[in-house]
């Protein structure tokens, strides 16, 4: 008896799918009053956690489910991408982000997007642990940044937003190391 591949339209790819249609929407909350209205912000912020969330909500389920399949593969890590490239973009935009960090970011979430794109017919990569390591420390930062707790605690969650934002931009340069040094030696294997 032979099993057939589950279906690639099911409930995690399409969690992910929701995932990509969110990050013009959150954006548009952000950058509609130059991030000034508290209210819009703190929507902005909660939309941006409510899509990173299904991130771990998606791949649970497709594990648990047994319906991995190839274009969730594919398309979970782009969602990735989409969702913190559009934050790191508009916090950059409101000056409250520094550009290099989001071109540093950008560069390496790209780099390694394009080359799933270009060996997707030899072979799909998945995420590695220090990759999904890195996307857990960009959302918790990129959400700190976001959701204006400052309003509420004070200045000095601006420092704890700066910290979480270094350890993420330190995560995202040694897990694209990690990515370029596993795929050449996939290559040699």
């Known amino acids: 008896m032979t099993t057939s591949a589950p279906s690639p339209w099911n409930l995690p790819n399409t ?20 991030g000034a209205d508290a209210a819009l912000r703190w929507t902005a912020g909660i939309l941006f956690i409510v899509g990173i969330a299904t991130d771990g909500i998606d791949g649970h389920i497709a594990r648990s489910r047994g319906i991995v399949t190839d274009l969730g593969k594919l398309l979970d ?12 973009v508009g916090l950059s ?10 071109v540093v970011v950008l560069v390496r979430e790209i780099g390694v997007t394009l080359h799933r794109m270009l060996i997707r017919h030899d ?40 910290a979480l934002m270094w350890i993420a931009v330190i995560l ?10 596993t795929a050449v030696k996939g290559r040699r294997a």
């Open 15 to 34: 969690l992910t799918v929701i995932r990509i249609l969110f990050a013009p929407v959150f954006l548009a909350f952000l950058l509609v009053d130059g």
């Open 77 to 88: 890590p782009i969602a990735d991408k989409v969702l913190t490239g559009a934050a790191l």
């Open 93 to 102: 935009i409101l000056a409250e982000l520094p550009w290099w960090v989001t």
């Open 123 to 162: 072979t799909v990569v998945a995420a590695a642990w220090m990759g999904k390591l890195k996307t857990v420390f960009q959302g918790i930062a990129i959400s700190f940044a976001l959701v204006p707790l400052w309003t509420i605690v004070g200045d000095w969650i601006l420092w704890v937003n700066g």
């Open 172 to 181: 995202t340069i040694a897990s694209g190391i990690d990515y370029v040094i």
